[in-house]
């Protein structure tokens, strides 16, 4: 008896914990604010200018779920993190949501406490060197010393590359983004590696951006995307499709332009996704209209991408595997219904 006892109270106890812990919404709410984990400055994924307003791709997933919260998009405190420090702050509470150009990996997944809710961009680790090296491929870099930064997926792959093609590199590594990318400019190291959309976004860093090229080769899988904390299953769905949203709004031909036509719509597809059918947010403990909310604040990923990192932006990166899934890409929202 005695140890049924106490298996229903470790259960209870348990139960317990987990509703203790399933109140982010609601904290949000009554905060009146959310607090997202950024980067410390990635041009085209979370940037501040010198006013201190913060743009890209990972910004607009926060202004999107405060969009969907609060109808308004700015109520967002941005916290700018290290790669050190990015997870402790999500475990720790300091943030309600992760929103920095982080690898979903099973490890991660696993072992840190957290989730991730889906995929805002598909990358993959790439090469950084000077045109004057005359280096056209990954596989002529045998004996190159490489700048990375710590507490990334970059070293394993680094390493299981080099490794893999029976060649012998020096790792020179840093702490932070910006003292990996001054490291390379100085010479410290013949080549920067990271994932390519980063080499893009630090390359325009650099004092003649022109001079430096991304070799071709992709040498892993980077499904960048938000993170959430365990044990909140209704705060992890809000996150999550928050990001399908936007991928929805594209598959729909909603626009930040069109998005007042589009809710006049009779399309059944259309009608459940802007709210004038069903109740599908407030399922989420949202509102009936959080799809347009989101739409009218931020646009929907398409366009989001081509202003952030696209054709729009300085980076000028290609859609590639982040076009929708019916344009050739693998971008795909779940139905919304």
Not at 83 to 99: C, H, M, N, P, W
Not at 102 to 117: M, V
Not at 291 to 311: D, H, L, P, T
Request: proline residues 3%; hydrophobic residues 40%; charged residues 25%.
């Amino acid at each position: 008896m005695k140890r049924v006892s106490l298996v229903v109270t470790l259960a209870l106890a348990g139960l317990t914990a987990q509703a203790a812990s399933a109140q982010t919404l609601k904290t949000v709410k009554d905060r009146g604010m959310l607090s997202c984990g950024v980067s410390q400055g990635l041009p085209g994924f979370s940037s501040p200018d010198d006013k201190g307003n913060w743009t890209g791709l990972d910004v607009d997933i926060c202004r999107a779920i405060a969009a969907a919260i609060f109808n308004d998009a700015t109520k967002i405190k941005f916290v700018p993190l290290s790669a050190k420090d990015r997870f402790t702050a999500l475990q720790s509470g300091e943030i309600d949501v992760l929103s920095r150009n982080t690898t979903w990996t099973l490890s991660r997944d696993t072992s840190l406490g957290a989730n991730f809710t889906g995929v805002t961009y598909y990358d993959g680790q790439g090469f950084l060197v000077k045109k004057s090296l005359k280096v056209n491929s990954a596989l002529e870099l045998n004996s190159a010393s490489v700048c990375v930064q710590t507490g990334t997926t970059t070293e394993q792959n680094l390493a299981d590359y080099f490794k893999g093609n029976n060649m012998k590199y020096e790792v020179i590594a840093f702490a932070t983004a910006d003292e990996t990318v001054k490291a390379y400019e100085s010479g410290r190291c013949d080549v920067f590696t990271s994932d390519v959309s980063q080499l893009y976004a630090e390359r325009l860093k650099l004092a003649t951006p022109a001079d430096h090229v991304v070799l071709p080769e992709v040498i892993s899988k980077e499904p960048l995307g938000p993170m959430v904390r365990h044990g909140d299953d209704q705060w992890f769905d809000v996150v999550k499709w928050t990001l399908y949203a936007m991928v929805g709004a594209e598959e729909l031909g909603m626009t930040q332009k069109n998005v007042d036509e589009i809710v006049k719509s009779d399309k059944p597809e259309v009608k459940r996704a802007v709210g004038t059918d069903g109740n599908l947010g407030e399922q989420l403990g949202l509102t009936k209209d959080w799809m347009v909310r989101i739409v009218k604040a931020v646009g929907n990923y398409g366009e989001s991408f081509e202003r952030n990192v696209g054709s729009g932006s300085k980076l000028g990166i290609a859609r590639g595997l982040n076009q929708l899934w019916s344009k050739g890409g693998i971008q795909y929202a779940p139905p919304i219904r």
